[in-house]
């Protein structure tokens, strides 16, 4: 499964080259206004958000800061995207607090590699993961679904946080198994009693774990009927 990306640029163009190139790698949502981009906002999980700076409505930069503010905002890294690669424009994005400015001029191949970096980064250091209506805080240990505290065993959590971090790519069955019962042989049954009783407390959860047989988990994003 891809990552989600957004990117918001309000020309036409910009959106389809850049798409085109982007969906080698993730699922690339486009708006070509920041104001349909923030109406949908939070329907998604993003992992990065690209933001492209001279727009007519709303310029990239006040976008940024009302991302910033959003309550779906998940903490995910947020690039500017940009012809304009003077001095002032550089200066400014990384000011606010921009993780990369991508001049539209690099190649595909270095423009996904870049973007691809910052998601590893935050996806490794990151303290509070957050996916639509769910909120695992890994400092306090607790999970919390629709702003409620989940009563999840130990277990649970380590098995929600290791499918969450991972996310959009396979938990194998080895790799659960050292990094949450740090054993070397679980029965599977045991595995998946555990992921049995997690999905049904992530029961209005957006997203659940699905087991693939021989080969691993990883998050699914629930069908809406």
């Known amino acids: 499964m891809k990552a989600e990306v957004a990117y918001i640029d309000d020309n036409y163009l910009n959106l389809e080259c850049i ?13 070509q206004k920041p104001e349909s981009f923030l109406q949908k906002f939070g329907v998604s999980s993003y992992v990065t958000i690209l933001v492209d ?3 007519p409505t709303m310029d990239g930069f006040s976008l940024y ?27 400014k994005s990384f000011v606010l607090g921009a993780v990369d400015f991508l001049d539209r001029s690099i190649s595909p191949d270095e423009m996904i590699a870049r973007i691809r970096s910052k998601i590893l980064f935050y996806q490794k250091h990151r303290s509070i993961i957050e996916f639509t209506n769910l ?18 065993t130990f277990i649970e959590f380590k098995i929600l946080c290791l499918v969450m971090r991972n996310y959009p790519d396979l938990v ?28 049904s407390k992530l029961g209005e959860w957006d997203f659940e774990i699905n087991g693939l ?12 009927v």
């Open 19 to 31: 798409k085109t190139v982007l969906n080698q790698e993730f699922v690339v949502q486009t708006f």
């Open 53 to 55: 700076i001279h727009m």
């Open 65 to 91: 800061e009302k991302i910033l503010e959003h309550p779906n905002y998940n903490g995910c890294p947020i690039l500017f995207i940009s012809s304009d690669v003077s001095d002032q424009a550089r200066i």
């Open 135 to 152: 909120k695992v805080n890994l400092t306090l240990l607790k999970a919390y679904l629709n702003n409620k505290e989940l009563p999840l």
């Open 172 to 199: 194998t069955k080895k790799d659960l198994i050292e990094h949450v019962w740090r054993s070397d042989h679980v029965l599977d049954a045991t595995i998946y009693t555990h992921i049995s009783n997690l999905n």
């Open 213 to 224: 047989k021989l080969k691993g988990f990883h998050l699914m994003k629930k069908e809406t």
